[in-house]
């Protein structure tokens, strides 16, 4: 099946139907690669990269069922829990991930919705890592109108809140949050005036047809979210979907290049799963318009590739880290351009490890 939207997505659209996402994702790979790109150029230097570093300042014991969290309360992880971060704490995070590179950071708190008790120091810290010169972002589960406004008047640039999948996978996958109050915190957020974070996980066994819906619901928002995560499912021991069969990774790449054309404007970023993806796969996926990475130790609870092997691969592909506020490149600082790590075997491992070592 063949398909040209190229011209079409010049401008941004959110009438996008079922069939034409399809049939982006049908199309042959090299097509599609070319498609992607050129609409990448379009709006975007290709050889800047914009870095996060996500921090998780509440870890654990998360109310809801979310298959893939090893957050959740309720399955056995191994997970150590923690409790709010002190504000200390997080600055001293916020200004390594600085120092380091980062023009954003990112936090995350396992939460329903935040709590009356906790909300305040919540304001606290995101107007202590503005002051840093960061650009924030938080996610903290499902927010009121409230909340967001106060969040907005404290300084807060994004907040981040997946759609995870299609609206007919959903409760295949969460069962106590709906996929409306999704959408509803998501508004909440437009309304207050902060920019918003929105993805997707793929891998967790869904179809083809449910990557179709996730990017169709996405795409077809009020306005498109800014920066879009394309999770590639972690599959942590304990939780429901630790045994799940491993997506062909041509598959991801595709779903990034869709992502792509159908949101031209917006940030895809390559983010979970990224440990297991070597060097290869990661160029295939900034080629299918990627520009936008978690950059350091781990995000929230599962490992990212290490920073030298980041900056190697950088460095072999011409990619630059994006400055704050502009779209021109940053220095990078001469002691993280380290040696790279061993090779990986050629283009993808066979099979995705569980992840254990971290968590138990």
């Not at 379009?42 to 298959?67: R, W, Y």
């Not at 996610?139 to 409230?146: S, V």
């Not at 400055?323 to 090779?343: G, N």
């Amino acid at each position: 099946m063949s398909a040209d939207y190229t011209s079409a997505t010049q401008q941004q659209r959110h009438d996008w139907t079922r069939t034409e996402i399809r049939a982006l994702f049908e199309l042959p790979f090299m097509d599609l690669m070319f498609q992607a790109q050129s609409v990448h150029r379009q709006h975007f230097d290709p050889n800047l990269v914009q870095m996060s570093t996500l921090l998780s300042i509440k870890t654990g014991a998360c109310p809801e069922d979310c298959k893939y969290c090893p957050q959740s309360g309720h399955y056995n992880t191994g997970l150590e829990k923690e409790k709010l971060l002190a504000l200390e704490k997080v600055l001293e995070q916020a200004q390594l991930a600085k120092t380091n590179g980062a023009s954003r950071f990112c936090m995350g708190a396992a939460w329903k919705n935040p709590s009356a008790r906790d909300f305040p120091h919540v304001l606290e810290i995101v107007r202590q890592v503005r002051a840093l010169g960061m650009e924030t972002c938080m996610t903290l589960g499902a927010l009121d109108q409230e909340q967001s406004d106060a969040l907005a008047e404290a300084g807060l640039d994004y907040y981040n809140h997946n759609l995870d999948t299609s609206p007919e996978f959903y409760s295949s996958i969460i069962t106590t949050r709906s996929f409306q109050d999704r959408l509803d915190t998501l508004e909440r957020v437009r309304q207050a005036g902060m920019k918003v974070c929105a993805g997707g996980i793929v891998g967790m066994g869904e179809s083809a047809e449910d990557r179709v819906g996730l990017l169709q619901e996405l795409a077809n928002m009020p306005e498109h979210p800014d920066s879009v995560p394309i999770n590639m499912l972690v599959k942590v021991k304990g939780t429901p979907l630790q045994d799940v069969e491993n997506l062909d990774p041509f598959e991801f790449i595709r779903t990034i290049a869709v992502t792509r054309i159908v949101m031209p404007r917006s940030y895809v970023r390559l983010s979970a799963g990224r440990q297991s993806m070597n060097e290869q796969m990661q160029a295939l996926c900034f080629l299918a318009g990627a520009n936008s990475i978690f950059y350091g130790e781990k995000l929230l609870t599962t490992p990212l590739p290490e920073e030298s092997a980041d900056l190697a691969l950088f460095a072999k592909l011409g990619l630059n880290p994006e400055q704050l506020h502009t779209r021109e490149p940053a220095a990078l600082k001469p002691h993280l351009q380290k040696t790279p790590r061993e090779q990986s075997p050629l283009f993808y491992p066979v099979q995705q490890k569980l992840l254990t070592e971290t968590l138990n």
